[in-house]
C-alpha cells in the first residue's frame, strides 16, 4: 500500500510537472489580428462578444471568439473564409461550444496533412466481448492519436481492462498532460486496480498533422507496420505489459510520414505467420 501511494504520489507530481510545461510555452496575442478578426465578424452582423488571437512557438496561431448568438454552418463558412484573408493563414472549421451566454468558436490553422483511419474488430472465439479497446482523436494542438490496449485474456473482464486504459489515457492527452506521465498513471491505476494481475499492452502512435512527425509509445505491443513509398518498415520494442510492474516499461521511437504513407497498429489477435498480409 505504501509503495502504490508513493507511486500515485509521484505520478501526480509528473503530470503537474508536464501541464507546467505546456503553461510555460512561449506564447504572443496578437492584438492587431484580433481586432480585424472581430471587425470582420461585425460587418458580417455576427455579433461578437469578444476575439483573442494567439501565436505558439511553432508561429501558429488560434482564433478565439465569442458569440451572444448561435452561428449555422453557413455562416461558419463564410466567417472561416474571411478570417482566413486577414489573418494571412488557412484556417479550418471551427469547434464550437455553447454556454448559457454565448457561443464559443475556436478556429485553428488548416494542417499540412490529413488523416483518414478505420478500424476492424473481432471478438475471440465467439466471446460477447472484445479484450481490445482502441480509440483515436485530435487534441485540438494539431496532434491525432491513435490508440489500441489490449487486456489479458479474453472477454469481459480483458474489455474492462483495456477500456479502463484507453479511457484514462484519452482524457489525460486532451487535458494537457505529457504522454509519459499520462502512461504512468495508468500504469499505477492498474496495478492498484485488484490483487490480481491486471496487464494490459498499449500500443500508442502519436502525430503532427502540421510536420508529419510521428512518435511511437509501445508496452508489450506488437509490431507496428509503415507503408512508405513501396518499403514496408516495422516498429517493434521488447517491453512489458502494463500492469505489471510499478516503473512501466516503455518503448518509443520516431519517425516521419508522408502524403499517402499508411500505418497499420494491431492488437497480438494478428498472428505473426499472418503479417504478410499486412506488409502486401
Same mark, same amino acid.
Given at each position: 500500500?505504501? &509503495?502504490?501511494?508513493?507511486?500515485?504520489?509521484?505520478?501526480?507530481?509528473?503530470?503537474?510537472?508536464?501541464? /507546467?510545461?505546456?503553461?510555460?510555452?512561449?506564447?504572443?496575442?496578437?492584438?492587431?489580428?484580433?481586432?480585424?478578426?472581430?471587425?470582420?465578424?461585425?460587418?458580417?452582423?455576427?455579433?461578437?462578444?469578444? /476575439?483573442?488571437?494567439?501565436?505558439?512557438?511553432?508561429?501558429?496561431?488560434?482564433?478565439?471568439?465569442?458569440?451572444?448568438?448561435?452561428? !449555422?454552418?453557413?455562416? $461558419?463558412?463564410?466567417? #472561416?473564409?474571411?478570417?482566413?484573408?486577414?489573418?494571412?493563414?488557412?484556417?479550418?472549421?471551427p469547434e464550437t461550444d455553447e454556454f448559457d451566454e454565448y457561443i464559443k468558436a475556436v478556429f485553428l490553422e488548416k494542417p499540412t496533412y490529413k488523416i483518414v483511419s478505420s478500424c476492424?474488430? =473481432?471478438?475471440?472465439?465467439?466471446?460477447?466481448?472484445?479484450?481490445?479497446? +482502441?480509440?483515436?482523436?485530435? %487534441?485540438?494542438?494539431?496532434?491525432? +492519436?491513435?490508440?489500441? /490496449? !489490449?487486456?489479458?485474456g479474453t472477454g469481459s473482464r480483458a474489455a474492462v481492462s483495456s477500456g479502463l486504459a484507453v479511457n484514462l489515457l484519452e482524457k489525460l492527452i486532451k487535458a494537457g498532460f505529457g504522454?509519459?506521465?499520462?502512461? @504512468? &498513471?495508468?500504469?499505477?491505476?492498474?496495478?492498484?486496480?485488484?490483487?490480481?494481475? /491486471?496487464?494490459? #499492452?498499449?500500443?500508442?502512435?502519436?502525430?503532427?498533422? +502540421?510536420?508529419?512527425?510521428?512518435? =511511437?509509445? @509501445?508496452?508489450?505491443?506488437?509490431? #507496428?507496420?509503415?507503408?512508405?513509398?513501396?518499403?514496408? #518498415?516495422?516498429?517493434?520494442? %521488447?517491453? $512489458?505489459?502494463?500492469?505489471?510492474?510499478?516503473?512501466?516499461?516503455?518503448?518509443?521511437?520516431?519517425?516521419?510520414?508522408?502524403?499517402?504513407?499508411?500505418?497499420?497498429?494491431?492488437?497480438?489477435?494478428?498472428?505473426?505467420?499472418?503479417?504478410?498480409?499486412?506488409?502486401?
Open positions: 500500500i505504501q &509503495t502504490l501511494a508513493s507511486e500515485q504520489f509521484e505520478n501526480v507530481s509528473d503530470l503537474l510537472s508536464s501541464l /507546467c510545461d505546456e503553461i510555460n510555452e512561449e506564447v504572443k496575442f496578437d492584438m492587431d489580428v484580433a481586432a480585424r478578426c472581430k471587425a470582420v465578424a461585425l460587418s458580417a452582423g455576427l455579433k461578437p462578444i469578444d /476575439c483573442c488571437c494567439v501565436c505558439d512557438s511553432l508561429e501558429r496561431i488560434t482564433v478565439e471568439m465569442r458569440f451572444s448568438k448561435p452561428l !449555422d454552418r453557413k455562416e $461558419l463558412n463564410k466567417l #472561416t473564409s474571411q478570417l482566413s484573408l486577414v489573418s494571412r493563414r488557412n484556417l479550418e472549421q476492424v474488430q =473481432f471478438n475471440a472465439n465467439g466471446e460477447k466481448y472484445s479484450g481490445d479497446t +482502441y480509440s483515436t482523436f485530435c %487534441d485540438g494542438k494539431g496532434w491525432f +492519436y491513435a490508440v489500441v /490496449c !489490449d487486456g489479458m504522454i509519459r506521465s499520462a502512461i @504512468k &498513471t495508468v500504469n499505477t491505476s492498474l496495478v492498484s486496480k485488484s490483487d490480481e494481475e /491486471c496487464s494490459v #499492452t498499449l500500443d500508442l502512435i502519436a502525430l503532427d498533422m +502540421y510536420t508529419g512527425m510521428v512518435e =511511437f509509445y @509501445k508496452c508489450g505491443a506488437q509490431n #507496428t507496420v509503415l507503408k512508405r513509398k513501396g518499403r514496408v #518498415t516495422e516498429i517493434s520494442f %521488447d517491453t $512489458l505489459p502494463m500492469g505489471i510492474l510499478n516503473d512501466v516499461d516503455v518503448g518509443c521511437g520516431s519517425s516521419e510520414v508522408g502524403i499517402g504513407d499508411v500505418l497499420i497498429i494491431c492488437s497480438d489477435g494478428v498472428r505473426e505467420e499472418d503479417f504478410w498480409q499486412l506488409r502486401n
